[in-house]
């Protein structure tokens, strides 16, 4: 059950979301392909200014201002193959790797667990 202000919800979800698991590298179709990744204001300051040099540098380059509200506060640009930019040539998440869960946008904390 969820709830939004004073009010509680039933949540319906497919049980495999529950049990999802990164194959990471083994995955044939990444999940951040082809598809809109908005970033939260505070994950979109973090990133600009990370510690790791490598996602410093992709933030600067591909992270696109949208300012549409805190939670839409930007988006990742995709590459020509239609894959996020943060992705390194094994098809795994550079801010994963070098930083930590915490670092990346709630859009991919919360895929494909949220509807």
Not at 36 to 55: A, C, N, P, R, S
Not at 98 to 111: A, E, M, R, V
Request: aromatic share 8%.
């Amino acid at each position: 059950m969820a709830a939004v202000k004073d009010k509680v919800f039933d949540v319906m979800f497919p049980k495999f979301a529950q049990k999802f698991a990164c194959i990471g590298s083994a995955c044939p179709t990444p999940c951040c392909h082809s598809w809109d990744i908005t970033v939260d204001k505070q994950t979109f300051k973090k990133l600009k200014k990370h510690g790791d040099i490598e996602i410093r540098e992709i933030a600067q380059s591909q992270l696109k201002l949208t300012r549409n509200s805190e939670v839409n506060y930007g988006q990742i640009k995709l590459l020509d193959n239609g894959t996020c930019a943060f992705l390194n040539k094994d098809q795994l998440c550079t801010v994963q790797i070098k930083g930590s869960h915490n670092d990346i946008p709630h859009t991919c904390q919360d895929y494909p667990r949220l509807p």
